[in-house]
């Protein structure tokens, strides 16, 4: 287990300069755009900034040094979880961000919930239905559920559910109904990606020889499929399921929009319409953190649900070249 460790160690340390890295290159590309924006909605009348506010944040932003000096400072304040002032209200963009994720959190961990269910049921429905009447329409969803916009499916899903049924509120988007209807819609898509991959590897692993022995040996259907074709099959899907947190951050805004929530979406489209650099710059930041812990507890999985991995030496690093063969 030593080796593990150190392969985790190792894992942790190049998150840790991915997060840097992309901080310094929002960094960078907010601060070449033109017209120093920062000093533009400082001076803007309507935010009503006095000269002396304006002083304490042009010296908090050290809008006065070099370039360079800003970038460690701002870094500096990043690492320890102070994200600035939102240039728009005035207030911590720490505390609009610790408002606005609680709402995130529960759309998203919803959806992704109710995306692994449905493409488990699409992935037994596609092994177990009849071939002529069912399979052929069960494998065919995923690519109609990708066709659709997660807006389009939000619209329908409110036309039908909150004004023909009644089965929430408009009016109360961050009820347990209007979450749950909420990431219905964001979760269908994400669905798809899933479905895909699991269907393909179920596929396969059905036509493996110990699948037709446990068939020889008159197990159930739901026996063969959960010991027999899972299992085997996790490893594709769980790398689709970290790369579907993209897509449930990406789709949030929209969907956040289409059903009323103030979540993070919310939160970062008021920024680009009021400009609000160091709210986006710290949105941008904390999305680039998720994607890597998700990736880090993924990397981390692999080995642990692999024996294969294991048997390769990759911890041990007793061969380069095989390490790089087997997480390439």
Same mark, same amino acid.
Do not use: C
């Given at each position: 287990?030593?080796?593990?460790?150190?392969?985790?160690?190792?894992?942790?340390?190049?998150? $840790?300069?991915?997060?840097?890295?992309?901080?310094?290159?929002?960094?960078?590309?907010?601060?070449?755009?033109?017209?120093?924006? +920062?000093?533009?909605?400082?001076?803007?009348?309507?935010?009503?900034?006095?000269?002396?506010?304006?002083?304490?944040?042009?010296?908090?932003?050290?809008?006065?040094?070099? +370039?360079?000096?800003?970038?460690?400072?701002?870094?500096?304040?990043?690492?320890?979880?102070?994200?600035?002032?939102?240039?728009?209200?005035?207030?911590?963009?720490?505390?609009?961000?610790?408002?606005?994720?609680?709402?995130?959190?529960?759309?998203?961990?919803?959806?992704? +919930? %109710?995306?692994?269910?449905?493409?488990?049921?699409?992935?037994?429905? !596609?092994?177990?239905?009849?071939?002529?009447?069912?399979?052929? =329409?069960?494998?065919?969803?995923?690519?109609?559920?990708?066709?659709?916009?997660?807006?389009?499916?939000?619209?329908?899903? $409110?036309?039908? =559910?909150?004004?023909?049924?009644?089965?929430?509120?408009?009016?109360?988007?961050?009820?347990?109904?209007?979450? %749950?209807?909420?990431?219905?819609?964001?979760? $269908?898509?994400?669905?798809?990606?899933?479905?895909?991959?699991?269907?393909?590897?179920?596929?396969?692993?059905?036509?493996?020889?110990?699948?037709?022995? !446990?068939?020889?040996?008159?197990?159930?259907?739901?026996?063969?499929?959960?010991?027999?074709?899972?299992?085997?099959?996790?490893?594709?899907?769980?790398?689709?399921?970290?790369?579907?947190?993209?897509?449930?951050?990406?789709?949030?805004?929209?969907?956040?929009?289409?059903?009323?929530?103030?979540?993070?979406?919310?939160?970062?489209?008021?920024?680009?319409? !009021?400009?609000?650099?160091?709210?986006?710059?710290?949105?941008?930041?904390?999305?680039?953190?998720?994607?890597?812990? $998700?990736?880090?507890?993924?990397?981390?999985?692999?080995?642990?649900?692999?024996?294969?991995?294991?048997?390769?030496?990759? =911890?041990?690093?007793?061969? !380069?070249?095989?390490?790089?063969? +087997?997480?390439?």
């Amino acid at each position: 287990m030593s080796g593990y460790w150190s392969y985790a160690l190792r894992r942790a340390l190049q998150g $840790i300069l991915v997060i840097i890295l992309a901080y310094v290159l929002t960094f960078t590309i907010v601060t070449v755009l033109p017209g120093d924006p +920062v000093t533009t909605m400082l001076r803007d009348p309507q935010n009503g900034y006095s000269e002396e506010e304006i002083r304490q944040l042009s010296s908090y932003y050290g809008l006065d040094q070099p +370039v360079l000096l800003q970038l460690v400072t701002s870094l500096g304040r990043f690492l320890i979880g102070d994200f600035g002032v939102s240039l728009r209200s005035n207030t911590s963009v720490g505390g609009q961000i610790a408002l606005a994720l609680p709402s995130t959190l529960a759309l998203a961990g919803t959806a992704l +919930v %109710f995306a692994l269910i449905l493409a488990l049921a699409i992935g037994y429905a !596609s092994q177990y239905l009849p071939k002529r009447y069912g399979q052929g =329409f069960v494998r065919s969803l995923p690519s109609l559920f990708l066709s659709v916009p997660n807006f389009v499916i939000g619209l329908l899903l $409110i036309h039908v =559910f909150a004004f023909g049924l009644g089965a929430f509120q408009i009016l109360k988007p961050e009820a347990p109904a209007a979450t %749950f209807f909420a990431a219905v819609a964001l979760g $269908i898509p994400v669905s798809a990606q899933i479905a895909e991959v699991l269907v393909a590897n179920l596929d396969h692993e059905r036509s493996q020889e110990s699948t037709v022995v !446990s068939r020889a040996r008159g197990l159930t259907h739901p026996g063969i499929f959960f010991r027999h074709l899972l299992k085997p099959s996790l490893l594709p899907v769980i790398t689709i399921v970290a790369l579907a947190a993209g897509e449930l951050l990406g789709g949030s805004l929209i969907t956040e929009t289409v059903f009323g929530r103030n979540g993070i979406g919310t939160l970062v489209q008021k920024a680009v319409v !009021s400009q609000d650099l160091p709210i986006l710059q710290a949105t941008v930041s904390l999305a680039a953190v998720v994607f890597v812990v $998700i990736n880090f507890v993924t990397d981390l999985v692999y080995p642990l649900l692999d024996p294969r991995l294991r048997s390769t030496g990759i =911890f041990a690093m007793k061969s !380069s070249k095989q390490s790089k063969e +087997v997480f390439a």
